[in-house]
């Protein structure tokens, strides 16, 4: 599991 702002952003967008 990779630490990455792109990763969260991605992820809290999707269930944004």
Do not use: F, W, Y
């Not at 599991?1 to 967008?13: A, I, N, P, S, Y």
């Amino acid at each position: 599991m990779q630490h990455d702002g792109k990763t969260l952003t991605k992820e809290q967008r999707e269930k944004g």
